[in-house]
């Protein structure tokens, strides 16, 4: 997965070294995503290619929301009424949600626990004021996403059947599907 990614980031950079119209773009933000399960904080950072109107880039970051996680994504941002260095936009993310750390690993009564990586998907608009005669802008987004969590643990016990001539494992598994609101405020170089 690591080798793909790679080669896609190399493939981009050549092709963007080769053609004057792209121009490498990173969107930085800090926000904050409410739910069901409260308020908590996150970072992401969006590195790629804008052309013309269009911004596609490849991110992650740290989410804490519920249970700590690194989302890594690819993001696809569409400028819409463009109005000199002001202008709206929409975005769309998708990649996987990686657990933090095996939190479940501590729980008395339990053996084995892993946790699971998952789906992240999240969408948004924004508006982007522009700085200066450069590329760099202050972003302001409001969003939606979402973020699967979840763990699958081994209990200490063993359960024993008369009609099973082998011990039987059993295994807990949780599964979290949380959706959040967000609101993020970056910078884009």
Known sequence: MKLLLIAAVISLSLSAAAQNKFLFSSQNYVGLTEGEHGSKWQLQTINGFKYKTWFAGIGTGLDWYYQKSIPVFVDITKDIFPNGNRN???SADGGINFPWEDERASYPGYGEAKMLNGLYW???????????KRNDAILLQVGYSYKYSGEKSKPMYILYT???SSPMELYDRNDYHLRRLSLKIGWKF
């Open 162 to 164: 008369p009609f099973i």
């Open 122 to 132: 999240g969408t948004g608009i924004g508006y982007k004021i522009g700085i200066g």
């Open 88 to 90: 709206f936009f929409i």
